[in-house]
Nanobody, 123 residues
Framework: QVQLVESGGGLVQAGGSLRLSCAASGRTFSSYAMGWFRQAPGKEREFVAAISWSGGSTGYADSVKGRFTISRDNAKQTVSLQMNSLKPEDTAVYFC????????????????WGQGTQVTVSS
């Protein structure tokens, strides 16, 4: 079992930055690919970024490429999402997730989910 808890959300002006963190518990954390998803009010959950279990491979949604960076620290059992040049359309609840592999995360298939953290970007 893996438990995930997100933090770092908040209110930021357009063009600003936020860093989200996801703290995991469970001895199998390092065996999982990790990812970030987001869901805005009235919209479906969408993939944002993913990283392989080793951290050697990453994937991003086209909408965030060049602005967001996902990273992980298996020793600390954390995964982070650095968000730069934020836009109002980035406003959403951001969820941390764990899955079998990078490609499965990208496809939205995850085994564990956090409760989410709110990110609000004002114009």
């Amino acid at each position: 079992q893996v438990q995930l808890v997100e933090s770092g959300g908040g209110l930021v002006q357009a063009g600003g930055s936020l860093r989200l963190s996801c703290a995991a518990s469970g001895r199998t954390f390092s065996s999982y690919a990790m990812g970030w998803f987001r869901q805005a009010p009235g919209k479906e959950r969408e993939f944002v970024a993913a990283i392989s279990w080793s951290g050697g491979s990453t994937g991003y949604a086209d909408s965030v490429k060049g602005r967001f960076t996902i990273s992980r620290d298996n020793a600390k059992q954390t995964v982070s999402l650095q968000m730069n040049s934020l836009k109002p359309e980035d406003t959403a609840v951001y969820f941390c997730a764990a899955g079998f592999a990078l490609r499965t995360i990208v496809g939205g298939v995850c085994d564990y989910w956090g409760q989410g953290t709110q990110v609000t970007v004002s114009s």
